[in-house]
Nanobody, 115 residues
Framework: LQLVESGGGLVQPGGSLRLSCATS????????TGWHRQAPGKEREAVAC????????NYADSVRGRFTISRDNAKNTVYLQMNGLKPDDTAVYYC?????????WGQGTQVTVSS
């Protein structure tokens, strides 16, 4: 599966962004998907994930209640709605997909939270 993220940018603390992950090459409904992020000098960390059907989601403690992951299988797109952004959310955000033991990653999109 090929994945292309978009929607990153510069936002003030307390602001919102919606990231999109457009997929191609296969049927998205066969894949679990999610988002990781990597801040400068830090390891990549899990942010959120969603089951192939969309009925099950999970979030990192640091973003629970502020971020919402969703997917539209008909549009082959995964979303990450980010509200109440904090400077600590600054990172490159990566979309991923998983099925039958294989993981694919997108190229990432930069999110910067700063006043």
């Amino acid at each position: 599966l090929q994945l292309v993220e978009s929607g990153g940018g510069l936002v003030q603390p307390g602001g919102s962004l919606r990231l999109s992950c457009a997929t191609s090459g296969s049927t998205l409904e066969e894949y679990a998907t999610g988002w990781h992020r990597q801040a400068p000098g830090k390891e990549r960390e899990a942010v959120a994930c969603i089951s192939s059907s969309g009925r099950s989601t999970n979030y990192a403690d640091s973003v629970r209640g502020r971020f919402t992951i969703s997917r539209d299988n008909a549009k082959n797109t995964v979303y990450l709605q980010m509200n109440g952004l904090k400077p600590d959310d600054t990172a490159v955000y990566y979309c991923w997909s998983f099925t039958r033991g294989y993981v694919d990653w997108g190229q990432g999109t930069q999110v910067t939270v700063s006043s």
